[in-house]
């Protein structure tokens, strides 16, 4: 209301204006579409680019002005820079399971966390709550030396160990308290009396937890889920301090090692190879647009 | 009546052991993943541990170096013009596309996807990709320039343009702020908005005097996150654009032309895990830590001038 008694009282606007007000939003969206198109070329430029480097056979990608449509359009790049150079199969295998063993331990550990905060009355809850959405702020590299010098002592280095315990603990460092507020938030929208019955039916709270709440929160599962799977898939700074031997490296990290090796000269297979770390992810992107969208819109509300 | 209530009353109390129990895995990950750390590397400042030999206690030392470190000024120089530059920077872009996508407009959805999916892929092929933008002798953006007539530059090798180079590579991944305004802008509630239009209120005034005041939650927080997160994202994209030119003879460490693009997180990267000064590089993300943590809770000090909360509508 505070916001209502700031707008004045003005008078009403002219209405006789020479354009009646249709065809004045008629050109209102035509002008508005032709800047979010000038804009989205803009933001489409470097895919295009990169997948029509990708394609270009080695010497035509510094030809100017820049063909578009490569000639001839080489597919064997991708099969030299992910088949011939890099163990591309190992990277991916290795990718895959940490991606699976640090989101099946992040949504567990997390709901189970953001059950006992949404659901459960006990003393501490709101201290400790505060205390995870603080490690949202908190940047990862205070952590991260002493972590690093612990995973050394227990001679976790060059495992994938490091990359995925921390999930379990719900402290991923890319997003442990993220998963956690995402399903406490839902769970506060499920209707009361569902849990309650099983509980004054004799359930357990795990059990609740696990017959319950889980099988009703398809949504936030796949949001979770899926930002576990990217941030698995994106990051590369956990990987390059804690991997050593090539055989373990992920696909970020050996792509990015691969890129760093061949610096500015096969720009065609480098691009070849971003295109291989891009695709999955518009593929995953196309799957579940509403999951990517609303998983970050609830955070930005959490502001409110 | 009686029996429900006794019942009621013997699940708080059950509810109190099994709060705690299913917080465990978390109390424990807090416990050994953060608050341990986080003690832990304030321990290490004081310490000298080059990995080789075993940790040596060596008291203000650390600080000692840290005063006469020329790549730690020039690491805080850098991180600061960029985070100076780009937050708020990208909270402008940020809102302006949200505002452009918050209507009802044919293929509105398509514009946003293209928008928003920049930001979501891996920052390893962003930087690479970006690299290849910018390439002084056959990048596409000095082909652009070249066209207009526009003066070209080398971008990322050229110690004055490798800030602005990064600053501009960032725009492209806008996309999360977006959404974060999109979403703010559709939970304004449509009275306030009839309500000012009856009252004869202008667009723009609609915009300064209703939309601005119910988004200041979002923008604060927006704020907030936008100077974390500036601190620590750019290593990825740092670090594949200087790894890829590699040091020079005379630069020990690796920041780019100049140095220009040694960011803080970036500097700490390289006494920790090139060099293996644990104690050093651990004092020097305290530094960093708690610059951040008092530009944060400076912020929360100044929000409320500015910062308009709708009741209290939290649970």
Same mark, same amino acid.
């Given at each position: 209301?505070?916001?209502?008694?700031?707008?004045?009282?003005?008078?009403?606007?002219?209405?006789?204006?020479?354009?009646?007000?249709?065809?004045?939003?008629?050109?209102?969206?035509?002008?508005?579409?032709?800047?979010?198109?000038?804009?989205?070329?803009?933001?489409?430029?470097?895919?295009?680019?990169?997948?029509?480097?990708?394609?270009?056979?080695?010497?035509?990608?510094?030809?100017?002005?820049?063909?578009?449509?490569?000639?001839?359009?080489?597919?064997?790049?991708?099969?030299?820079?992910?088949?011939?150079? *890099?163990?591309?199969?190992?990277?991916?295998?290795?990718?895959?399971?940490?991606?699976?063993? +640090?989101?099946?331990? #992040? %949504? &567990?550990?997390?709901?189970?966390?953001?059950?006992?905060?949404?659901r459960l009355r006990w003393p501490g809850r709101n201290i400790l709550f505060i205390c995870v959405l603080a490690t949202l702020m908190l940047p990862n590299i205070v952590t991260v030396i002493p972590t690093f010098l612990m995973m050394r002592y227990l001679g976790w280095i060059d495992t994938f160990l490091p990359l995925i315990v921390p999930a379990w603990g719900g402290v991923s460092t890319l997003g442990g308290a993220f998963s956690?507020?995402?399903?406490?938030?839902?769970?506060?929208?499920?209707?009361?009396?569902?849990?309650?019955?099983?509980?004054?039916?004799?359930?357990?709270?795990?059990? *609740?937890?696990?017959?319950?709440?889980?099988?009703?929160?398809?949504?936030?599962?796949?949001? +979770?889920?899926?930002? #576990? %799977? &990217?941030?698995?898939?994106?990051?590369?700074?956990?990987?390059?301090?804690?991997?050593?031997?090539?055989?373990?490296?992920?696909?970020?990290?050996?792509?990015?090692?691969?890129?760093?090796?061949?610096?500015?000269?096969?720009?065609?297979?480098?691009?070849?190879?971003?295109?291989?770390?891009?695709?999955?992810?518009?593929?995953?992107?196309?799957?579940?647009?509403?999951?990517?969208?609303?998983?970050?819109?609830?955070?930005?509300?959490?502001?409110? | 009546?009686?029996?429900?209530?006794?019942?009621?009353?013997?699940?708080?109390?059950?509810?109190?052991?099994?709060?705690?129990?299913?917080?465990?895995?978390?109390?424990?990950?807090?416990?050994?993943?953060?608050?341990?750390?986080?003690?832990?590397?304030?321990?290490?400042?004081?310490?000298?541990?080059?990995?080789?030999?075993?940790?040596?206690?060596?008291?203000?030392?650390?600080?000692?170096?840290?005063?006469?470190?020329?790549?730690?000024?020039?690491?805080?120089?850098?991180?600061?013009?960029?985070?100076?530059?780009?937050?708020?920077?990208?909270?402008?872009?940020?809102?302006?596309?949200?505002?452009?996508?918050?209507?009802?407009?044919?293929?509105?959805?398509?514009?946003?996807?293209?928008?928003?999916?920049?930001?979501?892929?891996?920052?390893?092929?962003?930087?690479?990709?970006?690299?290849?933008?910018?390439?002084?002798?056959?990048?596409?953006?000095?082909?652009?320039?070249?066209?207009?007539?526009?003066?070209?530059?080398?971008?990322?090798?050229?110690?004055?343009?490798?800030?602005?180079?990064?600053?501009?590579?960032?725009?492209?991944?806008?996309?999360?702020?977006?959404?974060?305004?999109?979403?703010?802008?559709?939970?304004?509630?449509?009275?306030?908005?009839?309500?000012?239009?009856?009252?004869?209120?202008?667009?723009?005034?609609?915009?300064?005097?209703?939309?601005?005041?119910?988004?200041?939650?979002?923008?604060?927080?927006?704020?907030?996150?936008?100077?974390?997160?500036?601190?620590?994202?750019?290593?990825?994209?740092?670090?594949?654009?200087?790894?890829?030119?590699?040091?020079?003879?005379?630069?020990?460490?690796?920041?780019?032309?100049?140095?220009?693009?040694?960011?803080?997180?970036?500097?700490?990267?390289?006494?920790?895990?090139?060099?293996?000064?644990?104690?050093?590089?651990?004092?020097?993300?305290?530094?960093?830590?708690?610059?951040?943590?008092?530009?944060?809770?400076?912020?929360?000090?100044?929000?409320?001038?500015?910062?308009?909360?709708?009741?209290?509508?939290?649970?």
């Amino acid at each position: 209301m505070a916001v209502l008694t700031q707008v004045e009282k003005q008078e009403p606007r002219g209405t006789s204006l020479w354009l009646s007000k249709r065809v004045r939003e008629r050109v209102g969206h035509l002008v508005l579409h032709l800047v979010l198109i000038g804009v989205g070329v803009t933001f489409l430029v470097p895919f295009v680019w990169m997948i029509s480097t990708s394609l270009k056979q080695s010497g035509t990608e510094f030809v100017n002005p820049p063909q578009w449509i490569p000639n001839p359009i080489m597919w064997t790049n991708y099969k030299e820079a992910l088949l011939a150079d *890099v163990p591309f199969l190992t990277y991916m295998k290795n990718t895959l399971i940490i991606a699976v063993a +640090v989101t099946v331990g #992040d %949504v &567990l550990v997390t709901s189970l966390s953001a059950y006992s905060f949404a659901r459960l009355r006990w003393p501490g809850r709101n201290i400790l709550f505060i205390c995870v959405l603080a490690t949202l702020m908190l940047p990862n590299i205070v952590t991260v030396i002493p972590t690093f010098l612990m995973m050394r002592y227990l001679g976790w280095i060059d495992t994938f160990l490091p990359l995925i315990v921390p999930a379990w603990g719900g402290v991923s460092t890319l997003g442990g308290a993220f998963s956690i507020f995402l399903f406490r938030q839902f769970f506060l929208t499920i209707p009361r009396d569902l849990d309650e019955a099983a509980r004054v039916d004799g359930a357990t709270p795990l059990r *609740v937890w696990w017959s319950v709440m889980l099988p009703l929160s398809g949504p936030v599962l796949a949001t +979770v889920v899926i930002f #576990d %799977v &990217l941030n698995s898939w994106n990051d590369f700074f956990n990987p390059l301090i804690y991997l050593d031997s090539q055989s373990n490296f992920t696909m970020a990290l050996g792509l990015g090692q691969y890129v760093i090796g061949h610096s500015g000269t096969l720009y065609n297979l480098e691009m070849a190879a971003a295109t291989v770390m891009t695709i999955p992810v518009l593929v995953l992107f196309f799957v579940a647009q509403r999951s990517f969208i609303g998983g970050i819109a609830t955070t930005g509300l959490a502001a409110r | 009546m009686v029996r429900v209530a006794r019942r009621r009353g013997g699940m708080l109390r059950e509810d109190a052991i099994w709060g705690w129990l299913l917080q465990a895995p978390v109390i424990a990950g807090l416990a050994v993943f953060v608050a341990g750390p986080l003690l832990a590397s304030l321990v290490l400042s004081f310490m000298d541990w080059p990995m080789l030999t075993p940790p040596s206690f060596v008291g203000l030392d650390n600080l000692n170096t840290l005063i006469n470190d020329p790549f730690f000024v020039q690491a805080i120089g850098n991180t600061a013009f960029v985070t100076v530059i780009s937050v708020p920077l990208y909270m402008v872009v940020g809102l302006l596309l949200a505002l452009a996508l918050d209507r009802k407009l044919r293929g509105i959805s398509i514009y946003r996807v293209i928008f928003f999916l920049p930001s979501q892929l891996p920052a390893v092929a962003n930087a690479i990709v970006w690299l290849w933008m910018f390439n002084p002798n056959y990048g596409l953006v000095n082909w652009v320039l070249g066209i207009f007539h526009l003066p070209m530059s080398s971008w990322i090798q050229d110690p004055g343009m490798a800030k602005p180079a990064l600053i501009i590579m960032g725009m492209w991944t806008t996309g999360t702020t977006m959404i974060v305004y999109l979403a703010g802008l559709q939970g304004i509630p449509a009275e306030l908005y009839e309500a000012a239009a009856i009252d004869g209120a202008s667009a723009q005034r609609r915009f300064w005097n209703v939309t601005l005041p119910m988004l200041t939650p979002v923008i604060f927080f927006t704020l907030i996150m936008g100077i974390i997160n500036t601190t620590q994202s750019g290593f990825t994209t740092t670090y594949i654009f200087t790894a890829v030119n590699g040091p020079t003879a005379t630069e020990t460490v690796n920041g780019g032309p100049g140095n220009a693009l040694l960011l803080f997180i970036l500097y700490i990267y390289d006494v920790a895990f090139v060099n293996f000064h644990m104690g050093y590089a651990s004092l020097l993300a305290w530094i960093l830590f708690l610059i951040v943590l008092s530009v944060t809770l400076i912020n929360f000090k100044l929000a409320g001038r500015w910062v308009y909360y709708e009741g209290q509508t939290g649970r």
